[in-house]
Every structure is written in structure tokens, then in C-alpha cells.
């Protein structure tokens, strides 16, 4: 998607672009994509449960997310995945394409964004640049330039994980 490659090169924002087979889940992602010196990361899309507000959390990729947690811990009360065709509307994405690139998409600024405390500790991310058959490496400070320029701010948070 040339947008998406726009808009990083409008900005500034240094990336490194890798090309690999479709990749829809975690494991996908491990099988088809090669090593890279990135955090890889997994994007849930969610919305509470009155479709008023959403959200776009940004997790370590091996973290299983407690939804029912997280919904008590940012104040939204009950989570559930978004829609197809509502992550379409708010991302311009389709499911398996789930990316905080796609901020770009969300002039609105109709989606909040929480971004689990433990990736603050790396140096560098992995995120698809809209499509899920490209993997971008982007650093923490190429990130911040990102969020900046698509005027989103992220709200750092210990993302709760399910137990077992």
C-alpha cells in the first residue's frame, strides 16, 4: 500500500521492509517471517461493549491479553474484538492486517491506543505496513515520530495477561 509508504517518507521515519507470504496469526508470523532485530508484536482491535469507544492495543506477539481485565483497567468495562467490517471504518485494514500504522487511516482520532509498559523497554518494533504480506522493522524513536506526525498518543499500560 503506497500511502502507508508516503506517509512514513513525508515524515522522516526510517524503516526496514520485509517481504514474506501472508501471514494471519502469531504463529504464522513465526513460520514465515524471518528472524528480524525487532520486537514482534500482535494488534488487537477492540471496542467496548456500547461500540462507543475503541481500541487498538499493541502487546508483545506471544501475550495472551485478559480482554475482561483490560476493559476494568483502562475504564471501558467489557471488550470485544471489533467487526471486520468496523475495523475497516475506523483502520482501513482487513482482520490479519491489524497494525498501529493504520493510525494513519483514523483522521478522527476515534481510536485510542494502549501500548503494553514491557515494549517500552525495546530499541526496535515489527508492524505491517497495512498488509499482512510485508513486515516493517521501525525503532522506538521512529515509532514516536509516527504517533506524532498521525497525532495519536499512546497510553503506556501493564497490559494484563490471561493466567495459564
Same mark, same amino acid.
Given at each position: 500500500?503506497?500511502? &502507508?509508504?508516503? +506517509?512514513?517518507?513525508?515524515?522522516?521515519?526510517?524503516?526496514?521492509?520485509?517481504?514474506?507470504?501472508? &501471514? +494471519?496469526?502469531?504463529?504464522?508470523?513465526? *513460520?514465515? $517471517?524471518?528472524?528480524?532485530?525487532?520486537?514482534?508484536?500482535?494488534?488487537?482491535? @477492540?471496542?467496548?461493549?456500547?461500540?462507543?469507544?475503541?481500541?487498538?492495543?499493541? $502487546? !508483545?506477539?506471544?501475550? *495472551? &491479553?485478559?480482554?475482561?481485565?483490560?476493559?476494568?483497567?483502562? #475504564?471501558?468495562?467489557?471488550?470485544?474484538?471489533?467487526?471486520?467490517?468496523?475495523?475497516?471504518?475506523?483502520?482501513?485494514?482487513? !482482520?490479519?492486517?491489524?497494525?498501529?500504522?493504520?493510525?494513519?487511516?483514523?483522521?478522527?482520532?476515534?481510536?485510542?491506543?494502549? +501500548?503494553?509498559?514491557?515494549?517500552?523497554?525495546?530499541?526496535?518494533?515489527? +508492524?505491517? !505496513?497495512?498488509?499482512?504480506?510485508?513486515?516493517?522493522?521501525?525503532?522506538?524513536?521512529? @515509532?514516536?515520530?509516527?504517533?506524532?506526525?498521525? #497525532?495519536?498518543?499512546?497510553?503506556?499500560?501493564?497490559? !494484563?495477561?490471561?493466567?495459564?
Amino acid at each position: 500500500m503506497s500511502d &502507508v509508504y508516503q +506517509f512514513l517518507a513525508d515524515h522522516h521515519i526510517e524503516y526496514q521492509r520485509h517481504d514474506h507470504p501472508a &501471514v +494471519f496469526t502469531v504463529a504464522d508470523v513465526e *513460520r514465515l $517471517v524471518p528472524p528480524l532485530p525487532a520486537a514482534k508484536t500482535k494488534n488487537l482491535f @477492540l471496542r467496548d461493549k456500547k461500540g462507543k469507544r475503541h481500541f487498538l492495543v499493541v $502487546v !508483545p506477539a506471544q501475550k *495472551r &491479553v485478559d480482554i475482561k481485565a483490560l476493559g476494568a483497567a483502562i #475504564g471501558a468495562g467489557r471488550l470485544s474484538f471489533g467487526s471486520p467490517a468496523r475495523l475497516k471504518r475506523y483502520l482501513g485494514v482487513d !482482520p490479519g492486517s491489524v497494525t498501529i500504522l493504520a493510525l494513519i487511516r483514523d483522521s478522527g482520532h476515534a481510536v485510542e491506543v494502549v +501500548f503494553d509498559k514491557i515494549l517500552g523497554q525495546e530499541k526496535a518494533f515489527q +508492524f505491517h !505496513p497495512l498488509i499482512n504480506t510485508s513486515t516493517l522493522v521501525i525503532s522506538r524513536d521512529n @515509532l514516536q515520530r509516527f504517533l506524532d506526525a498521525a #497525532g495519536h498518543e499512546i497510553r503506556s499500560l501493564d497490559v !494484563p495477561a490471561q493466567k495459564g
